[in-house]
Each structure stands twice: as structure tokens, then as C-alpha cells.
């Protein structure tokens, strides 16, 4: 029949229409986010308790909206959850592992739970530590892998049903650099065929690999497109102002600032404001980072 890249199979649609979510005690963790995501990598952005976590594991099927509806490939997922839960691979943000069990073990037990036949179990473990790098380390201890190591643990316990939706919160969180680099790159690899979702607060998590964005804040949806359609949106906003260090601390109290950079003249600032902050400032093409921070900081949720 299809095969390959024009395979309509493999062109998923996760839809959300109007999501709100509240919690027991009245906390509005989502208001009316609306949202169209395709395969692809879709990079989740936005500060701590902007919703992202809810957003998740609603759509991991672990809580349904109080109000509005997701659609997987336009059925809905509070009536009809297994299609999707079929297909899902999730990577929640508090993942934990058994130290005593080699990384072998470990992932054969998650696919018995998971409901894998035993027989085809051992290959699929095979395959799945083999994805994420870990061939070498199959039988090794749980307890002495690093925390990038466990990480990809848990993107390989995701990968155990060949999901087409993958779902990964925070995964960069305790990382250091160069795990955090491997990760990115791990991630990136995986996207073929493939819906991803990674959420973050580090637009860097997202930059090179991710093929749309949704921007969060407060509960409430800012952005939703490709990132160049946000640096588009930025442009014209951000400028280079080189001051004397001593300055920094008081034009930090009005200026919103993307980053500043120590050099031999004084302290580069990336500031992002309307107008131009001052004659000797240079105006700059937006990064990620700075089309990020204008977003967030024009709705007032920075
Ligand atoms: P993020 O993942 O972007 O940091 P969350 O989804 O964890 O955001 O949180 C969104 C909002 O919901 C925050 O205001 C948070 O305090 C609140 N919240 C999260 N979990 C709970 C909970 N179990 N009970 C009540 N409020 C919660």
C-alpha cells in the first residue's frame, strides 16, 4: 500500500480545543488553550507554573480538562483514550528508576507492565537501549549511571511501544552541558515519523531542533507557530548597548534584558524595548531567546 514519507498513517493530529484545567483546590493551571500540533518536534516553552506540566499529563491521558477537548486523530481522548494510550510514549518530569536493576532489566519489566509479549520483549529492549545510546551499559546498575544516563533510561522505556506521540517534561532538568548537548541531539534523532512534545523553561532545549513552538505563561497559550514567525513578531525590539559595568545594576531595575556579556569596553547588553534605549545602542536581530522574552514580558508574564 503507502510506504515512506507519504505514508498518511504516519501524519498524526493531536488537537486541543478550549483546554482548561482546574485543580481541586481552584488553582486555573490552563485557561482555554487551543492548539494544533503535527509530527514534528514541538518545543514547549514557558516559565515554571505556566501549565505545562498539566498540559502534559492531560495529554498523557493522567487528568482530562475540566472543560474543552483534545482530539488524536479527531477522536476525542476523554471518551476514547485508547488510541492514544496505545501509542504514547510519556516521560514524566519525576521519573525514577530501581538502582539495584541493570538498565536491562529495568526497561524487560516496564514491558512486561506495559503488556509487551514476553517473547518479543528482550529484542525490543535491545533495540530501544540501543536508540539512546546505551547498548554499552545494557548491564550495568541503574544506581551508577549519571543523571543524563537515567534520562535517556526513561526516553528508552518511552520508546519501548514505538510510540508516534512522545511526550518528555523538563528532560534537561539536573543535567550538566554536555549531557544536556547529547540529550538535544538524542531527541532531535527521534522526530521522524514522530510527534514530540518537549517541554522546557530553556529556549536553548529547543532552538536547533524544534520545528514548532508553543509558548506558555500564567495558564494562558502566547504562542503557537514556527520559531520564525516569533522572531519575525521580535523584530525591530532587540538592541545592542555596550555600558560601563557600574551602570548594569540600575539599568537592570527598568530595562528587560536578554543577556549581558562582560567585554574589554564595558558590559554588552541585549536589551529588549520598543524604541531605542539610548543613541550609542545598536539595533540586532532577534534570537530565540530574545523573541522568547519579548513575548513573555509583553504579557506581562516574564
Ligand atoms: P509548569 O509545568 O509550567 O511549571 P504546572 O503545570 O506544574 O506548570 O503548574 C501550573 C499551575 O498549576 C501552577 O500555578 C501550579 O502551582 C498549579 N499546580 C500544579 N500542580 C498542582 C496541584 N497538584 N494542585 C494545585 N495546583 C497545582
Known sequence: MFAGQGNPMSAH????????????GGQVALTDVSLSLRTGIIGLLGPNGAGKSTLMRILATLARPTSGQV?????????????????LGYLPQDFGVYPALTAREF????????GLHSRDIPARVGRCLDQVGLADAADRRLGEFS???????????????????????????????????RFRH????????????????????????????????????????????????????????????????ELRKTLVTSSSTRRPDGVRLR?????????????????LEDA???LLNRAGGA
Do not use: C, F
Open 271 to 287: 536589551v529588549i524595548a520598543a524604541a531605542r534605549p539610548s543613541e550609542d545602542a545598536v539595533a540586532s536581530a532577534p534570537d
Open 13 to 24: 493530529t493531536l488537537d486541543l480545543a478550549a483546554v482548561t484545567y482546574r485543580y481541586r
Open 107 to 114: 526497561l524487560a519489566y516496564l514491558a512486561a507492565v506495559k
Open 71 to 87: 482530539r488524536w486523530n479527531g477522536a476525542d481522548v476523554a471518551s476514547r483514550p485508547d488510541p492514544l494510550r496505545r501509542t
Open 292 to 294: 522568547y522574552l519579548w
Open 186 to 249: 538524542l531527541i532531535s534523532d527521534l522526530a521522524a515519523d514522530r510527534l514530540v512534545i518537549l517541554s522546557t523553561h530553556i529556549v536553548s532545549d529547543v532552538e536547533a531542533s524544534a520545528t514548532s513552538l508553543a509558548v506558555m505563561a500564567k495558564g494562558h497559550l502566547l504562542y503557537s507557530g514556527e520559531p520564525e514567525a516569533l522572531l519575525a513578531q521580535a523584530a525591530g525590539q532587540v538592541w545592542e548597548w555596550t555600558v560601563p559595568a557600574e551602570r548594569v545594576p
Open 147 to 181: 543523571g543524563g544516563m537515567r534520562q535517556r533510561v526513561g526516553i528508552a522505556q518511552a520508546l519501548l511501544n514505538d510510540p508516534a506521540l512522545l511526550i518528555v517534561d523538563e528532560p534537561t532538568v539536573g543535567l550538566d552541558p554536555e549531557e544536556r548537548m
